[in-house]
């Protein structure tokens, strides 16, 4: 087996076997200048053809899709944040401000998790019918959205975001994220498909076969963003393809195209990663010294993303996971273990019928 | 998909709709008694009530869960007992076979037969594609335990199936072509239960190895401890049956073997629900928590009867049902650990975000991925 096929830095394509393999592609999503337009996800239902997710208020800002399901195959995550005035003062004139006394667009740390507590309560305790399984289903603890949180009318907020309970207004922003699934170098999915419906592309990417996939569920537990869902009525598995169909006509991928603002960055890996660096340095330059780049390290759990970001937080704040790592790391280790159980298992069934030496 | 495919889609939806949503203003009546009896338990929880395992602070994204809920139903569950008991009757069946203990044999064959007929069943109705089930056929594929398993359990039921059909040559004609059926299918049974033995085991613990494959917390950190779990397991239900169906002069190797497997459960067991830090927490609270107590509580039970009732038929049948019971419920309640881990953000944000500042003091970069 070659190097690093499970786990570590690694060139996809060639190691799924193609030769002369185009550039590895993907995407850099610089969520610093997401607007939360949405056309993202408008563009990849449009292109895809992917069904309707359900209509319905999630109470979470800004944000009804919920999350990446198998009928969302972008999803724009809108967090409420409130940021310290005093902060701001230290920083002197707005980093990418606004006109009079208005505060900068992104800046300051953040003083509590979410601007709104109790929006971000309701929000959490919220399911929503996507048609999908398990689709975008209630926080189990949605005290984890807000550790402040206040009594809850239930009415739509008549408060304005960033209002503390005691009637003084914080200063607050809005973090914007599109969401996708990240074509991990070692993909928890494609290791685990049983039918061979998931594939490593050319480009590097991951693509399921619709006619190929049986619906068994595996790639769904196996990813560690919680990306890839199952369709109700269908039955079979759904995530973003990268448009590999526009890829191969050397198109860009629907959503890139759709992006009004370049939030959403699509190219050659190694050449988004260089300008994603570049980005980086200018905001940390700038004073903005909580952004940081997630999924673009090919030392990571999973080798890398194919689509990777730029976050002006946490990633759990994003709803990613911080530290991901595929689950097939671990899987000589599993594979020796279960050996090591089976070869117990055969001996005590041979010593209870063979005995140690008596018989009763 | 076709027009007419969604369009049809799009009909269902609608005509769904009433009887599918809940009234209006339901949500919100939910959501306050919710927060009514989280209150509560905050006030519970400060009196000191819960102080074994501190909350857990993590941030998130409205609470919501990290990772998708595993999709499999509870067939599923029902498989990993059904396949462990197939594999472990047929390794009875064998043993039982070459030492001469006929009615034993016989139970062994055909309760593995009946379970992976069963197992069958379980696997392909928990498809969402259950016409194609034979795409699993397709690929062999070392990195998919449920690939290695596929093949696995299809060489166990060929040996399985030829095994179980060597009972039933005593109602063959003794003559004829079905004569001779009747005189080469002993041995033939003979040979295949042997490969059916030799093939139990991988059978009884890929399945570990299939739910620790996953992102799912409480099942991927369990990793080193589920092979055993389900080696126990699998030999404690197929004892249990060989208790239950063969008489007291046959049953010597199973009540040895009941009692090894439910000790090997067990042991496996606690580490599975105690070493793991904050995931093993899943596997001690809730309906799947109580599942576990009471597989304990039955495991023990049938292993103690099966050593104190080499003399009674009755108890040893009793011994033999608690094992079986044991087993289940341990399948029920891992099955039930692991999705409920998966549904809380907590057991996935926290752990990791342990392991990223375990690496930060040594490691001045976030990107740093050790093992």
């Known amino acids: 087996m070659p190097e690093n096929s499970l786990y570590g830095p690694l060139d996809p394509a060639p190691d799924a076997g193609y030769v002369d393999a185009p550039p590895r592609m993907g995407f850099f999503t610089d969520t610093s200048v997401c607007i939360g337009c949405k056309a993202c996800e408008v563009a990849c239902k449009e292109w895809n053809n992917v069904p309707e997710h359900g209509l319905d208020l999630l109470g979470m800002s800004y944000d009804n899709t919920g999350g990446l399901t198998a009928n969302s195959w972008r999803h724009v995550a809108f967090i409420e944040q409130p940021v310290s005035r005093d902060r701001l003062a230290d920083r002197g004139t707005g980093v990418g401000g606004q006109a009079g006394n208005q505060p900068p667009a992104f800046a300051g740390m953040p003083t509590t998790t979410v601007a709104a507590p109790e929006s971000a309560v309701a929000a959490a305790t919220t399911g929503k019918e996507t048609g999908t ?16 949180t206040t009594q ?19 200063d607050f922003r809005w973090l914007m994220m599109s969401n996708v699934c990240k074509h991990c170098t070692h993909a928890g999915c494609l290791d685990v498909c049983p039918t061979g419906a998931l594939f490593r592309t050319e480009f590097g990417t991951v693509v399921v076969q619709e006619d190929i996939c049986n619906g068994c569920g595996y790639c769904i537990s196996g990813c560690p963003y919680g990306v890839i869902d199952q369709r109700k009525g269908d039955g079979r598995a759904w995530k973003c393809t990268l448009c590999y169909d526009r890829l191969r ?48 390290d090919p030392e990571d759990g999973v080798g890398g993303d194919g689509a990777f970001f730029l976050l002006l937080d946490e990633p759990e704040v994003y709803g990613l996971p911080p530290d991901p790592v595929v689950p097939t790391r671990d899987l000589p280790e599993m594979w020796r273990t279960a050996g090591k159980a089976a070869l117990t298992m055969a001996a005590a069934v041979a010593v209870a019928f063979l005995g140690l030496g008596r018989r009763r | 998909m076709t027009a007419g495919e969604m369009g049809s889609m799009g009909r269902e939806a609608a005509s769904r709709e009433p009887a599918g949503r809940p009234p209006v203003g339901d949500r919100f009546r939910q959501f306050q008694s919710s927060l009514r009896r989280g ?42 007992f059904t396949g462990g008991l197939a594999a472990a009757s047929s390794m009875i069946a064998a043993g039982a076979d070459l030492t001469g203990r006929p009615v034993l044999r016989r139970t062994g064959r055909l309760t593995s037969l009946a379970a992976l007929g069963a197992s069958t069943y379980f696997l392909i109705n928990d498809l969402g594609r259950p016409e194609r089930f034979h795409h699993m056929l397709r690929v062999a594929k070392p990195t998919s335990p449920m690939s290695v398993g596929t093949w696995i359990l299809s060489a166990f039921g060929v040996n399985a199936g030829a095994a179980a059909a060597a009972e039933f040559a005593p109602l063959l004609p003794q003559r004829g072509v079905l004569g001779l059926a009747r005189r080469v299918l002993p041995p033939v049974g ?18 570990a190895v299939l739910l620790s494959q996953t992102a799912v917390p409480s099942w991927h950190e369990a990793r080193r401890y589920l092979p055993f779990v389900f080696a126990g397991s699998a030999s404690a239900a197929a ?11 046959e049953t010597g190797p199973v009540r040895r073997l009941g009692v090894a497997g439910a000790a090997l459960d067990l ?89 990223l500042e375990a690496r930060a003091p040594s490691h001045d970069h976030e990107g740093f991925a050790g093992s």
């Open chain 2, 190 to 207: 003979r040979g295949a239960g042997l490969a059916a033995f030799l093939l139990g085991p991988p059978l009884a613990t890929y399945t």
């Open chain 2, 39 to 80: 209150e509560g338990k905050r006030e519970r929880r400060e009196g000191g009530e819960r102080s074994m395992v501190p909350r857990a602070e993590f941030r998130s994204y409205y609470g919501r869960p990290v990772l998708k809920e595993p999709v499999w139903h509870h067939d599923i569950a029902a498989y990993l």
């Open chain 2, 267 to 355: 042991a496996a067991m606690h580490r599975v629900e105690h070493s793991m830090g904050l995931v093993s927490e899943p596997y001690r609270i809730g309906r799947q928590g109580r599942l576990l107590r009471a597989a304990r509580a039955c495991t023990a039970a049938g292993a103690v009867g099966a050593l104190v009732s080499r003399r009674s038929r009755v108890l040893s049948a009793l011994s033999g049902a608690a094992l079986v019971a044991g087993s289940v419920l341990t399948r029920f309640g891992i099955f039930d650990a692991g999705k409920a881990s998966a549904r809380d953000p907590k057991y996935t944000v926290v752990p990791q975000r342990e392991r």
């Open chain 1, 249 to 296: 006509d050397d198109m860009m991928p629907a959503c890139a195209k759709a992006c009004p603002t370049e939030s959403i960055q699509y190219g050659p890996l190694d050449e988004l990663r260089e300008r994603a660096a570049a980005r980086l340095e200018h905001l940390h330059g700038i004073g903005e010294t909580s952004a940081r780049l997630y999924g673009n």
């Open chain 2, 239 to 249: 004892s249990g049956v060989g208790l239950i169906a063969a008489p007291l002069s």
């Open chain 1, 133 to 148: 399984e398990p689709g975008v289903v209630p926080g189990p603890e949605p005290a984890a959205a807000a550790p402040a």
């Open chain 1, 152 to 170: 809850f009318l239930g009415m739509p907020s008549s408060v304005l975001p960033g209002q503390l309970p005691g009637g003084e207004r914080t």
